[in-house]
């Protein structure tokens, strides 16, 4: 996204917000609350873990590589912080400074430049910048979901065996829908790491279908847990033998 074009929305947000009567809050914009907890924050050294400008957490896990320099830059830019202060565990009201408007228009600007989007809901859930990043990777998995194509009347078996069980704890078999796929989803995250998820579709799918059921459900395998997506096995065919014929001896006198 263009710094003009991040100006411009930027420009008409806060125009609407001074429509209905919030001048006071844009009069204040964050960057000048933030003066005085930079001031704060800079007067005691921080802790080793909140300094690190890093792309991974601190477990060494790699953050979603794809997504985190543009919202790095887009969050800063709206914040008007160092980007280098966007530490994972950085909290957006208290370490950043800000409020209830400037995560409104952080949401506006990252459903406008990553096309997602960031329900009230799923914004009041956010407390650090790792949660933000979540959201926002949350949002692209299902946005991908949605934009599969399916060959109707699609039917699929699925079976979630939880981690060190032989059997399986939930099975379906439905028509495969958007909806179903998320349902399957779901019900595989509640279960945790270490869950396996086996998806079973009829004999004659085609290749796109199954490599496109295949990739809404490899997101998942980025949770620990194991999915493996196959064509059922065909049945055997049926041989019918012909009725046996009586020889001489088996007619009775």
Same mark, same amino acid.
């Given at each position: 996204?263009?710094?003009?074009?991040?100006?411009?929305?930027? =420009?008409?947000?806060?125009? #609407?917000?001074? +429509?209905?009567?919030?001048?006071?809050?844009?009069?204040?914009?964050?960057?000048? $609350?933030? #003066?005085?907890?930079?001031?704060?924050? $800079?007067? &005691?050294? $921080?802790?080793? $873990? &909140?300094?690190?400008?890093?792309?991974?957490?601190?477990?060494?896990?790699?953050?979603?590589?794809?997504?985190?320099?543009?919202?790095?830059?887009? !969050?800063?830019? +709206?914040?008007? !912080?160092? @980007?280098?202060?966007?530490?994972?565990?950085?909290?957006?009201?208290?370490?950043?400074?800000?409020?209830?408007?400037?995560?409104?228009?952080?949401?506006?600007?990252?459903?406008?430049?990553?096309?997602?989007?960031?329900?009230?809901?799923?914004? %009041?859930?956010? *407390?650090?910048?790792?949660?933000?990043? %979540?959201?926002?990777?949350?949002? =692209?998995?299902? *946005? =991908?979901?949605?934009?599969?194509?399916?060959?109707?009347?699609?039917?699929?078996?699925?079976?979630?065996?939880?981690?060190?069980?032989?059997?399986?704890?939930?099975? *379906?078999?439905?028509?495969?829908?958007?909806?179903?796929?998320?349902?399957?989803?779901?019900?595989?995250?509640?279960?945790? @790491?270490?869950?396996?998820?086996?998806?079973?579709?009829?004999?004659?799918?085609?290749?796109?279908?199954? /490599?496109?059921?295949? %990739?809404?459900?490899? *997101?998942?395998?980025?949770?620990?847990?194991?999915?493996?997506?196959?064509?059922?096995?065909?049945?055997?065919?049926?041989?019918?033998?012909? /009725?046996?014929?009586?020889?001489? =001896?088996?007619?009775?006198?």
């Amino acid at each position: 996204m263009s710094g003009r074009t991040m100006q411009s929305i930027r =420009g008409m947000f806060r125009s #609407a917000l001074l +429509v209905f009567g919030v001048a006071a809050a844009v009069v204040s914009p964050a960057q000048t $609350r933030r #003066a005085a907890a930079t001031g704060a924050h $800079r007067a &005691s050294p $921080r802790s080793s $873990r &909140s300094t690190g400008v890093s792309a991974q957490d601190p477990e060494g896990e790699t953050l979603r590589a794809g997504i985190e320099p543009e919202l790095r830059r887009l !969050v800063a830019d +709206v914040l008007g !912080v160092d @980007p280098a202060e966007l530490a994972p565990e950085a909290s957006l009201t208290d370490d950043l400074a800000a409020d209830s408007l400037d995560l409104v228009e952080v949401a506006i600007v990252l459903e406008s430049a990553f096309g997602i989007t960031l329900s009230p809901r799923r914004m %009041d859930e956010v *407390r650090s910048y790792r949660d933000l990043l %979540d959201a926002v990777v949350a949002s =692209g998995e299902r *946005r =991908g979901t949605r934009e599969l194509v399916l060959t109707p009347g699609l039917d699929v078996k699925s079976r979630l065996v939880p981690p060190g069980a032989s059997e399986a704890t939930l099975e *379906r078999a439905e028509a495969l829908t958007v909806y179903l796929i998320e349902t399957i989803r779901d019900d595989a995250l509640c279960a945790g @790491p270490g869950t396996h998820l086996e998806v079973t579709l009829p004999v004659g799918t085609g290749t796109a279908d199954l /490599a496109s059921v295949r %990739d809404a459900f490899a *997101r998942l395998e980025r949770h620990g847990i194991a999915v493996s997506v196959r064509r059922d096995v065909p049945a055997p065919p049926v041989i019918s033998l012909p /009725a046996a014929t009586p020889t001489a =001896g088996d007619v009775s006198t």
